[in-house]
């Protein structure tokens, strides 16, 4: 028998903290790449895919938003990543690694990712806290510029690894901004919201997830809610 929960987890603000190298990276990469020294600090990154930033960032500068222009972006910011990651503070965040270790032990819940990063920037941060094998599948923004569109990607990759289809009572969609929550909604998972990002409890209760926490610190509680033990 395979597992039967699945937890479909975000990585900046729900996993890790990644002290702004994520937009340095990409401010590297701008000036690189395309010769451009501007300031990116205006644009809209919280709960985004990184297409969805980069394209928000190629019409600030008036750039071409073509498949090379994407591609070359993104090589370089990849390619500028572990260099911002080593010299930002790098946070894991309350609960995290405890609550992965936890999901493995079980044996009834599988764990993968749903994130607006690229595949390989998800590769990147998660590996360098150790984090990036506990998650054998995922979507990423390679497989949409929109978040919403992510969750049916991420669902048919667990089903393949596990063999197994879950039902959406037992899909949890973890994340900390309301397009987390949206997106969650949008492939009629469940939403389990956590205030370790830009947004308070309020401002995420506000979209009406099936719970807030403040920072997953508490196993206990987590797993009350997710198994309804
Ligand atoms: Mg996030």
């Known amino acids: 028998m395979g597992p039967k929960i699945l937890l479909l987890w975000d990585i900046d603000g729900t996993l890790l903290t990644a002290g702004g190298a994520g937009l340095r990276a990409l401010a590297s990469a701008l000036q690189h790449v395309f010769d451009i020294d501007g300031s990116i600090d205006d644009i809209d990154f919280a709960g985004r895919t990184d297409r969805s930033i980069m394209r928000q960032i190629f019409r600030k500068f008036g750039l071409p938003a073509t498949e090379e222009n994407f591609s070359r972006f993104a090589e370089g ?20 690694p405890t609550l992965l270790d936890a999901a493995a032990a079980r044996g009834d819940t599988a764990v993968g990712l749903l994130t607006g990063n690229l ?49 959406a009572v037992n899909t949890w969609v973890i994340g900390d901004t309301p397009h987390d929550i949206v997106c969650a909604r949008a492939c009629h998972a469940r939403a389990l919201a956590v205030a370790t990002g830009r947004h308070s409890a309020d401002q995420l209760q506000a979209l009406n ?11 206990t509680a987590f797993w009350r809610v997710i198994a309804g033990g």
């Open 209 to 219: 997830p099936d719970v807030v926490f403040n920072d997953l610190g508490d196993v």
């Open 119 to 167: 595949r390989r920037g998800a590769e990147v941060k998660l590996g360098s806290r150790n984090l990036w094998q506990y998650f054998p599948f995922g979507a990423f923004a390679d497989d949409a510029e929109d978040r919403n569109e992510l969750g049916p990607h991420a669902l048919r990759r667990a089903q393949i690894h596990h063999r197994v289809e879950f039902a």
């Open 77 to 96: 910011y990849v390619a500028a990543l572990p260099l911002e990651l080593a010299n930002g503070a790098v946070r894991l965040l309350p609960g995290i």
